[in-house]
């Protein structure tokens, strides 16, 4: 019988710690996920409760991309011995007369790269816009016009709309896996 060769224990990698600025699951899964497919490392992720010093629901490319900034210098100032911060802030923006949702994703870490990526951005009805714009977040929008509770630590809007074929952990990990390439490819950045 053939057993697979032993590992010795110096060769194994350290465990690195990676904060999110942020105590949603999705959030954090989504970058747990993305972390784990990139590096032959061991991450622990973690989520920390951090200001984004931002709207509760962003306008815009810039507020948005604030806000996912914002969340992981936070999340630095708060845990400075971590190897990886990430903020991720979800937005909304005017289109001519439609509103469209995405979300911006950053990543920091200790020698002050940055990696940053943006989701796709898709067109939210009517329904949901105009509650957005009498002052209500996307989620809660969300939650009103379909009928759910907590939709935005779930699913979200991008679930609800096409009935789960893009799931909202999916649709973030892709943009944590984009914003992670200067840190795959150091030498490029």
């Known amino acids: 019988m053939a057993f ?4 010795n224990y110096q060769e194994q990698k350290k465990q690195r710690l990676v904060i999110v600025g942020s105590k949603n699951p999705v959030k954090i899964k989504s970058t747990e996920n993305a972390f784990q497919s990139l590096f032959e490392d061991y991450f622990l992720v973690e989520g920390l409760n951090v200001n984004s010093s931002v709207n509760d629901q962003p306008h815009g490319e810039v507020e948005t991309y ?3 900034y914002n969340r ?10 971590a190897d990886f911060w990430v903020g991720i802030e979800g937005g909304v923006d005017e289109v001519g007369e439609q509103m469209v949702a995405f979300a911006w994703m950053v990543i920091l870490d200790p020698s002050g790269q940055i990696g940053k990526a943006k989701t796709a951005t ?3 009805p009517e329904a949901i816009s105009s509650l957005i714009r009498k002052g209500m977040e996307l989620g809660e929008a969300d939650d009103r016009v379909f009928q759910r ?3 935005k630590q779930g699913n979200g809007a991008v679930g609800i709309l096409t009935n789960g074929v893009v799931n909202r952990l999916e649709y973030y990990q892709q943009a944590v ?8 490819h150091k030498k490029l950045y």
């Open 4 to 7: 697979p060769k032993r590992r």
């Open 122 to 124: 898709f067109f939210l």
């Open 72 to 81: 992981a210098f936070e999340a630095k100032k708060a845990f400075p011995e």
């Open 149 to 151: 509770t907590n939709s």
């Open 66 to 68: 604030t806000g996912a």
């Open 177 to 184: 896996t984009l914003a992670l390439i200067p840190f795959v």
